[in-house]
């Protein structure tokens, strides 16, 4: 198991550009969840599924779209990156078995700056 | 989402218990409380979570008082690895039966040689 592989690690792009960030995950997890962290501060829930074909907003939603057509994959996309969006970027996974929840696993992060 | 108080910074003796302190005294009754730790820039790791008794797993043991207001993380035998930011976090289980975590800026833990 490869867990939650986000990519690209590192990211410079300028004011006004597009583009995705990527979250996959192979442990067949239903939850599935972004959240941006800023320097010194904790982690902020930006959009979350809870299976494939839904979504939902979290706290920090503006100016980032998302889609989940499988399972697998969670894609982040910014529609048009701006300065204040420099930030660590982090993707989670989990799943409930019953009653219980299992925790996130959180892939390693995207080191975005906009500039 | 109701908020969780944690010292900033605490150090603990390599070896010893760390004991990590966390008030919620606004907690509502369905809320969990989560605990979840970070090294250097990783991603946040899982440790444990509970609602209202005491849990127990390999990583660590959660002691939640009886009238809910206030937990403690016990780290039984500290290592230099355990160094890292500890968030104590408070979060409902959805419909769905996910949860959305509201992360505050934690207790920075330092192991000490």
Not at chain 1, 59 to 64: I, K, L, S
Not at chain 2, 67 to 90: E, F, G
Request: contains cysteine; neutral net charge.
């Amino acid at each position: 198991n490869a867990g939650v592989t986000q990519t690209p690690k590192f990211q410079v792009l300028k004011t006004g550009q597009s583009m995705t960030l990527q979250c996959a995950q192979d442990m067949n997890h239903e939850y599935m969840s972004w959240y941006r962290q800023d320097p010194g501060m904790g982690l902020r829930l930006i959009h979350y599924s809870v299976g494939a074909g839904i979504t939902d907003q979290g706290e920090v939603p503006n100016g980032y779209n998302v889609s989940r057509s499988t399972t697998e994959d969670f894609p982040l996309r910014l529609l048009s990156a701006a300065p204040s969006q420099t930030s660590v970027y982090f993707c989670a996974s989990s799943y409930s078995a019953g009653t219980s929840f299992m925790g996130y696993t959180f892939g390693s992060g995207t080191r975005l700056t906009v500039v | 989402d109701a908020k969780t108080t944690q010292p900033p910074s605490m150090d603990c003796a390599e070896g010893r218990a760390a004991n990590l302190p966390c008030n919620h005294s606004t907690i509502s009754g369905n809320e969990y409380v989560y605990w979840y730790r970070q090294i250097h820039s990783q991603g946040p790791q899982y440790i444990i979570h509970g609602l209202k008794n005491n849990e127990t797993n390999e990583m660590a043991s959660l002691i939640i008082t009886e009238d809910r207001k206030s937990s403690t993380l016990i780290l039984p035998h500290a290592t230099l690895r355990d160094t890292a930011v500890y968030y104590c976090i408070l979060a409902l289980i959805s419909n769905f039966g996910n949860e959305k975590l509201t992360f505050g800026t934690g207790t920075r833990l330092t192991i000490i040689p």
